[in-house]
């Protein structure tokens, strides 16, 4: 019989967690298991895994540091809501709408991805830290002063208020400022959710096992090596930025259709979210995709759970997170893992063998 590969045999634990735990959460829901508050975090909790294991691929895969991956989140999120919104009259089935918001938001955040890239992925450590977070923090307030409405003499755009657009008896604003959109309808659910994580693994874990996948981890580990054996340094540093990218944009799209009301707040889309977004990475394990997936589930339901222990509940958070950091990181606990993961091998080997001359 055919042995699996070890990175085949990993992959295949990936996909069977994320299922397992689906198949779970409705089986609880289905009982009536779940609280209400529960339920409001299925979907979030999928929309922070699918962020994490896209950073990840930036972040983990590619080495370089960045802290704007919510504003790839906030362009996926706003253009995904005005299509929506915009294309109910031609597209009156909402699902297929959501379908073509999810493609166009990924393009969107995709294109912003290799715009911003191009100059900035020149940039090494801090430089590059700094910049892509001023580009999650531009994207965030140009969103917070555009104003753009539809009538029928086609759409407006105006960057002072809503009465500027000028528009036409029955015309309306579309996005509206501070107040963002309006109106989108609420059409994402959890199973959705889940779809689009095993899709963002099958992307990423394939990028990575793949050539190009060699070739990025090659520029990761050593630039000036990868770049004298003929890698295209700047070619697969794009590539890889822009596919994280639009996967953010896959996330911010989700993210936009489980609310009605789509607003560029901090909270949402500043500063905090890609610090959020990084912790997941951090604790997770870089370059560990399956960590990612565990540490995002973890993190977002730990608060809620620990809501009840209101007095010590940021306490046991804090503690809790010093605990993994120590986990993933610690050169003694690394040791420690792989000596048992080593002494299984070998428990496995002498079966296998005792088997064989049986």
């Not at 906030?74 to 253009?79: L, N, P, Q, W, Y």
């Not at 540490?295 to 009840?308: C, D, F, K, N, Q």
């Given at each position: 019989m055919r042995k699996i590969k070890k990175t085949t045999r990993s992959n295949i634990i990936t996909y069977a967690l994320v299922i397992a735990a689906y198949i779970i959460v409705e089986i609880l829901l289905k009982t009536g298991n779940i609280s209400s508050l529960m339920k409001g975090l299925l979907v979030p909790v999928c929309i922070y895994v699918i962020m994490a294991v896209s950073l990840n691929l930036t972040v983990g895969i590619l080495g370089e540091l960045?802290?704007?991956?919510?504003?790839?989140?906030?362009?996926?999120?706003?253009?995904?809501?005005?299509?929506?919104?915009?294309?109910?009259?031609?597209?009156?089935?909402?699902?297929?709408?959501?379908?073509?918001?999810?493609?166009?938001?990924?393009?969107?955040?995709?294109?912003?991805?290799?715009?911003?890239?191009?100059?900035?992925?020149?940039?090494?450590?801090?430089?590059?830290?700094?910049?892509?977070?001023?580009?999650?923090?531009?994207?965030?307030?140009?969103?917070?002063?555009?104003?753009?409405g539809k009538d029928s003499a086609g759409f407006h755009f105006s960057m002072k208020d809503s009465l500027s657009l000028g528009l036409q008896e029955g015309g309306e604003v579309i996005i509206n400022g501070a107040q963002g959109i309006t109106g989108t309808p609420t059409v994402a659910n959890f199973t959705i959710g889940v779809i689009l994580i095993l899709i963002t693994l099958f992307i990423i874990i394939n990028l990575v096992h793949s050539r190009t996948g060699r070739a990025v981890m090659?520029?990761?580990?050593?630039?000036?090596?990868?770049?004298?054996?003929?890698?295209?340094?700047?070619?697969?540093?794009?590539?890889?930025?822009?596919?994280?990218?639009?996967?953010?944009?896959?996330?911010?799209?989700?993210?936009?259709?489980?609310?009605?009301?789509?607003?560029?707040l901090p909270k949402n889309f500043g500063y905090n979210m890609s610090i959020t977004i990084l912790v997941f990475v951090v604790l997770g394990?870089?370059?560990?995709?399956?960590?990612?997936?565990?540490?995002?589930?973890?993190?977002?339901?730990?608060?809620?759970?620990?809501?009840?222990?209101?007095?010590?509940?940021?306490?046991?958070?804090?503690?809790?997170?010093?605990?993994m950091m120590l986990f993933n990181a610690s050169p003694k606990t690394r040791e420690f893992r792989e000596r048992i993961i080593q002494e299984i091998s070998k428990k496995k080997i002498g079966k296998n063998k005792d088997k064989e001359a049986a």
């Open positions: 960045s802290l704007g991956h919510a504003g790839f989140m906030c362009v996926g999120a706003f253009v995904g809501a005005f299509f929506t919104n915009v294309a109910a009259d031609a597209i009156p089935s909402v699902q297929l709408r959501f379908f073509i918001a999810l493609i166009l938001g990924a393009i969107a955040a995709g294109i912003f991805g290799l715009i911003i890239g191009i100059p900035v992925l020149r940039l090494k450590g801090d430089y590059l830290a700094i910049v892509t977070l001023a580009f999650g923090e531009i994207v965030k307030n140009i969103i917070n002063v555009l104003y753009i090659a520029i990761r580990d050593n630039l000036i090596a990868a770049e004298s054996v003929g890698i295209n340094i700047t070619k697969y540093k794009l590539l890889a930025f822009a596919v994280s990218a639009s996967l953010a944009g896959v996330a911010g799209v989700l993210y936009a259709h489980n609310l009605s009301t789509l607003t560029a394990g870089i370059g560990n995709i399956r960590g990612s997936v565990i540490s995002a589930v973890i993190l977002t339901i730990l608060p809620e759970v620990l809501r009840g222990l209101n007095a010590y509940r940021m306490l046991i958070y804090a503690v809790i997170l010093i605990a």
